[in-house]
């Protein structure tokens, strides 16, 4: 099952900076929880709206919480879900219903 994590930091890269884009940060162990490793892309999936963000997992940050930088659709304190993207799924054609008829 995948629990909603709090946002216990968010903040915007700026123009100058080396690393920049949407990033969060989380335990190990919430990102076990998940199927996630360390550089791989996940939803976040705020209150507002969602995006992908690369996931950075770091052992000082505390269960339950993660830390967001780039991310519009949440702030502090609100609480966000992080998936892991079905990329290596198969999308169902949804156009086979129009060729065999």
Do not use: C, Y
Request: charged letters at 35%; zero cysteines.
């Amino acid at each position: 099952m995948n629990k909603v994590l709090r946002v216990a930091v968010a903040f915007g890269s700026r123009r100058d900076d080396a690393d920049r884009g949407p990033a969060v940060w989380m335990n190990p162990e919430d990102a076990a929880a998940r199927l996630i490793t360390d550089g791989e892309l996940a939803w976040v999936h705020g209150p507002r709206r969602h995006e992908l963000a690369v996931v950075h997992v770091a052992a000082e940050q505390q269960r339950g919480d993660v830390r967001l930088r780039d991310v519009l659709g949440a702030a502090p304190s609100e609480l966000v879900r992080v998936v892991k993207p079905g990329f290596d799924r198969r999308e169902p054609r949804r156009d086979l219903l129009k060729r065999t008829l």
